[in-house]
């Protein structure tokens, strides 16, 4: 699209962008008559027109280009060149200029499936339209990558997919650019364990590749290194070594016409033995995201994600219709794909999709994933539409095919129409029971490995083989247990190449040996077993399937059902440790449609626009599920309760307000409460504990007091004494009269036993964006050597502030007062009292969560949801600066401003003459910047001075900038904040990184998303501070499960630099009873800013009223 700010309106562009998508384009017409297609267009056109506020750029949203993308080929597809021009302006005036050059890329990709004469055509609009912009360059490599294929059969038409193109001969120059064009496209992509390259992706415009290396992030269009002699390149096609000629092929824009190509010109090798090397290459190489994850994912109504083998993503299906279209968009008439059947199928019964379609979809896929171990797969017969009728009304009737004996598709392949068989075997073995997606798996082993299981013999298997495979399954499934889950891995790459050649029971076999090596520890797995679990989507998708496996395990097992295998004894301790091991290993990249709805957020203004807030949670809340990893959080166990209630009983301590010390006012007491070093063990460590420090506000008016209110500020390591003391005065009269209200520090922090560190480790100067090994591994020094320094001076209970241990406290403190409390958290606190709601549900009166914290996320998708945030309310800071008389940037450009602070900074620190060493350092680097400036967001009321301190950096002065960034000063109240904060998010938050490769990988990922702020936020800081640090990740991210009462109530704004309102849509879909605020503003948290929002919090706390469901304030 960002050729749309080249190329300009013109309506002779619009002419040649017309010829050029017409003569790729399907042959089939649309149903949708054009008259409608307008109707939609023009809709969607004064939609674009009225969010004036959408600003995108290189980190285009998925979901908004596809849209652009399928709007653009509707109206060429009617031949309305007055329309396209009309979206083409519209488009081009919501300041999407920069976009250009995925848009030359995409039309780049187009042509070259098209004639020479439409792909002349569009080399002569971009060369005669450059504008001589930043994208000058990239267009013209376009173009000269273009004419190279020009060049070599100027006069010959394309006539189909795989058609032969030309011959190089190896001294050929062009043979050189090709080879050194896909070596440089392929830089940083993902790397097998002889590192090869292998990366395959499928349309160029919707499933697009992100991959990451020192060059920074690529688009890898299509590329599979298939062998040696056999290369993919995205602009020109495939190629083939043939001694010294190459043979080159194009028109390789599809998965489909990849396959083709394979199949019709036998680009694989055609022995067995060669071709599993072949399968076994893209097994191990495979991108994460684009595995079998729906073999662990339940299929529901509403936004299904399947991702297909070898990288094909399909996007979300929301409904039955839309499943149709997609159907026969991506099929072609007449052809039917059993996934979407499956698909289909899952949806027939409305809102409430059952077991047994959980188990027929289930089953078609596995097989469907097992057959992707080799590049070509299997094809897929027609299914006629009136046998497709009868099993939807068979669905909707409740009466499954397999009741009647029959199998369902005739035409289907031998193997599908087995799958099914296996499916009904199971089904009709667990009755009406509702297993996990994993469970059937080992259901399915199990029936795999009985004598009553008939299994037709295939010659090819060979009996020897065929008894190997079932004793090592028997012994590991039902005998040996343990770690002995294992098959000869000689027999396993045999089954391999049988399955891929359709050897049925091999590939049941194979499927059931997959399985039973998933369920063992990663840290056992060879090399070589590496494979088995790529294909069956372990290395991500295992820690959502142990999540759902262990509590089916679980429930089965302590409810002593009838005959339970000691198979499924077995499978749950091997899923319980394997867990455990996951839990801080997820690489996930982030989604993208996340950050479109940020994208849609941002351009809300007005009351008029209010979104639909339940629908949005919708849209969110899927994107969310699909990548969430972690375990729930724990609900209330009596061991829990019991540990706090028997040490309050055994300490007999009694909480005793007293005068404070000089560093609060008069008007506050204090109280300290012991409590125990370790909550898993009361009495551990010589009975050592930990000292409370706490707070009061009484409550003014005695005769109506409701009770206590605590109140936690944030961080993590946010003192809650000194927050009392700032908000004091701020808070709302009836608030202070009606509550006592107390500011207790978690542990580590203020006047509670605080985490000491040597404060001349922790000011050592340190990237934490590193770019080479020396600097990655100066970052891990710095880390171990501030931890050890933590260790020394604070003791064991550096290896006891998680969060967890924080909740504990608060409850003792509360049954120590002797009655419920309400609780006010922000930030950092929504954490700490989600928490406690969930391990404590009915030991609170009200709850508040303002500006949320959702902890069920991957590391990558944490860091692409903060950075997106931060970026859009710095964004917002800029539209402000436009106008406002307090800005000192005023009537300036203030983004190129801040542009131009950020890399002066990173070409050489900026002085800050104004600061000594003492209190702040004498200069900033790139990395104070941006840190620094995501502070500055959080409150309005930091703006101007933000505006003065890019003004004053810009021009050579960067204290300001310096002195709002806190360095560490010996004293152990003020700099408690600091050290706590990296101790408590260290035992709070996963950090797998291991390498500089992984923390690059964050760097890109997070810098496609975030050009501005290049990926840096809160987020990536504690994911870098954390690496080499010494105390053990004890409360690992997990889903919120809260099963009480009260309602919650949580505040969230729509621009929050820190807290993004997606992580807010996600965490009330965790905790399901409690109602979200919507501030529509920007900064960090809403309650102590006045106005509506406040308003409404303090009705809540008072008379616990909530507001209605999908409330919106503009204060």
């Not at 004469?117 to 490599?141: F, K, N, Y």
Request: glycine share 6%; with cysteine; net charge negative.
């Amino acid at each position: 699209m960002q050729a749309l700010g080249v190329l300009g309106p013109s309506k002779a562009a619009t002419d040649i962008l017309i010829k050029i998508v017409t003569t790729i384009r399907d042959a089939k017409r649309l149903k949708a008559e054009c008259a409608e297609i307008e109707v939609f267009a023009n809709i969607c056109l004064q939609t674009l027109q009225k969010h004036q506020a959408i600003t995108l750029d290189d980190r285009v949203s998925h979901d908004f280009w596809t849209f652009l993308i399928k709007l653009l080929k509707l109206v060429v597809e009617c031949r309305d060149s007055n329309m396209l021009q009309r979206v083409w302006e519209t488009v081009w005036r919501q300041r999407l200029a920069s976009l250009k050059q995925q848009f030359v890329t995409w039309l780049a990709i187009l042509s070259a499936g098209t004639t020479l004469a439409a792909r002349a055509d569009l080399l002569r609009l971009i060369e005669t339209t450059s504008d001589g912009s930043r994208s000058e360059e990239h267009l013209h490599a376009i173009v000269s990558k273009l004419q190279i294929l020009d060049d070599i059969k100027r006069n010959q038409e394309n006539t189909g997919a795989g058609d032969l193109v030309v011959d190089f001969e190896e001294s050929d120059e062009r043979l050189r650019v090709f080879l050194s064009e896909s070596e440089d496209i392929l830089q940083g992509t993902l790397r097998g364990p002889d590192g090869s390259l292998v990366s395959v992706t499928c349309d160029p415009v919707q499933e697009q590749l992100m991959t990451f290396g020192e060059k920074g992030p690529r688009h890898v269009l299509i590329y599979s290194r298939l062998s040696e002699n056999t290369r993919v390149h995205p602009f020109y096609g495939i190629a083939r070594r043939n001694g010294k000629r190459w043979t080159v092929f194009r028109d390789m824009t599809s998965c489909d016409t990849l396959n083709t190509a394979i199949l019709r010109k036998k680009l694989l090798p055609q022995s067995l033995p060669e071709r599993l090397a072949v399968a076994r290459e893209i097994a191990l190489t495979v991108d994460y995201l684009h595995t079998v994850d729906i073999l662990i994912k339940r299929l529901s109504d509403q936004h299904i994600l399947l991702q297909e083998e070898h990288g094909r993503l399909i996007p979300y299906i929301t409904n039955m219709e839309s499943a149709r279209l997609f159907k026969e968009t991506s099929t072609g008439r007449g052809a039917y794909d059993v996934r979407y059947e499956a698909l289909e199928l899952s949806q027939a019964g409305g809102s409430r999709h059952n077991i047994y379609t959980d188990v027929w979809s289930l089953g078609i896929l596995i097989w469907q994933c097992i057959a992707s171990v080799v590049p070509f797969g299997f094809d897929h017969e027609v299914t006629k539409e009136p046998e497709r009728n009868q099993v939807l009304q068979s669905i909707r009737e409740g009466i499954m095919p397999w009741d009647r004996g029959e199998l369902i598709f005739p035409d289907q392949p031998k193997i599908v129409n087995q799958a099914i068989s296996l499916c009904r075997a199971c089904c009709a073995s667990v009755a009406k029971s509702r297993p996990s997606a994993a469970e059937i798996v080992y259901k399915l082993s199990d029936l795999i490995t009985s004598a009553n299981m008939s299994i037709d013999p295939d010659q090819s298997l060979g009996e020897d083989l065929q008894k190997r495979v079932r004793t090592a399954i028997q012994a590991a499934c039902r005998k040996e247990g343990g770690n002995k889950f294992s098959i000869n891995p000689d027999d396993t790459e045999l089954l391999h190449a049988l399955a891929g050649n359709g050897d049925i029971t091999a590939a049941y076999l194979l499927g059931a040996s997959i399985w039973l090596e998933a369920a063992r520890p990663m840290k056992t797995q060879s090399q070589g077993d590496m494979s088995l679990l790529l294909v069956a989507g372990v290395d991500r998708q295992i820690e959502s399937r142990c999540r759902t496996s262990i509590l089916y395990l679980e429930r089965a097992l302590q409810g002593g059902e009838k005959k339970a295998s000691q198979c499924l004894a077995q499978a749950h301790s091997q899923l319980a440790k394997l867990y455990t091991q996951l839990t801080d290993q997820n690489k996930v990249v982030g989604h993208l449609q996340l950050d479109f709805t940020f994208t849609i957020l941002s351009s809300i203004s007005s009351k008029e626009e209010r979104p639909d807030m339940a629908r949005l949670n919708q849209l969110v809340i899927a994107g969310i599920a699909s990548a969430g990893l972690g375990r729930a959080a724990p609900l209330a166990k009596q061991s829990d309760c019991g540990a706090v209630q028997q040490w309050v009983k055994q300490s007999s301590q009694s909480i005793k307000w007293g005068p404070c010390s000089d560093q609060f006012p008069d008007t506050l007491t204090c109280a300290t409460y012991q409590v125990p070093l370790d909550w898993g063990h009361i009495h551990s460590y010589q009975n050592e504990t930990v000292e409370l420090g706490m707070v009061r506000l009484e409550a003014e008016d005695k005769a109506n007091r409701i009770g206590y209110l605590f109140i936690n500020p944030g961080g993590p390591g946010g003192q809650a004494s000194r927050a009392l003391v700032s908000v004091a005065d701020r808070l709302d009269p009836e608030i202070r009269a009606k509550f006592d209200v107390i500011g207790l520090d978690p542990r580590g922090v203020g006047i509670s036993t605080p985490v000491r560190c040597d404060p001349s480790v922790f000011n050592k100067r340190v990237k934490f964006m590193p770019k080479t090994e020396e600097e990655y591994e100066a970052l891990v020094q710095y880390n171990e050597d501030l931890g050890a320094s933590c260790l020394k001076n604070t003791g064991p209970l550096l290896n006891f502030v998680d969060t967890i241990s924080a909740v504990k406290d608060h409850e003792a403190v509360r049954l120590a007062l002797g009655e419920k409390a309400s609780y006010l958290g922000l930030s950092y606190g929504t954490q700490l009292f989600s928490q406690y709601a969930a391990l404590f549900p009915d030991s609170f009166r009200a709850i508040v969560l303002d500006g949320n914290l959702q902890r069920s996320q991957s590391e990558s998708s944490n860091l692409l949801i903060e950075t997106t945030a931060y970026e859009a309310t710095l964004k917002q800071f800029f539209e402000w600066c436009v106008s406002a008389d307090e800005c000192a940037l005023k009537g300036e450009d203030a983004a190129a401003i801040f542009e131009s602070v950020r890399d002066k900074a990173s070409a050489a620190p900026i002085p800050a003459p104004g600061c000594d060493d003492v209190v702040c350092r004498s200069d900033v680097t790139v990395e104070d910047v941006i840190f620094t400036t995501q502070g500055f967001l959080t409150s309005q009321r930091n703006w101007p001075a933000l505006g003065q301190a890019l003004l004053e950096a810009d021009n050579g002065n960067a204290t300001v900038i310096s002195e709002f960034n806190q360095i560490a000063i010996g004293d152990a109240y003020e700099d408690s904040y600091l050290y706590a904060g990296t101790a408590i998010g260290c035992q709070d938050w996963s950090h797998a990184s291991k390498s500089l490769a992984d923390v690059v990988e964050k760097e890109n990922l997070g810098a496609v998303f975030s050009p501005l702020t290049l990926g840096a936020c809160q987020s990536y800081k504690l994911q870098t501070q954390c690496i080499g640090w010494p105390a053990p990740l004890s409360n690992p991210p997990a889903p919120i499960v809260y099963k009480g009462k009260p309602e919650l109530l949580m505040v969230n704004s729509l621009y929050d630099p820190s807290t993004s309102y997606t992580w807010a849509l996600g965490l009330q879909s965790e905790i399901k009873n409690a109602v979200l605020l919507t501030r529509n503003g920007s900064g960090h948290t809403s309650y102590l800013l006045g106005g509506e929002t406040t308003s409404l919090t303090n009705n809540y706390l008072l008379h616990l009223e909530l507001p209605k469901p999908g409330t919106i304030t503009q204060s």
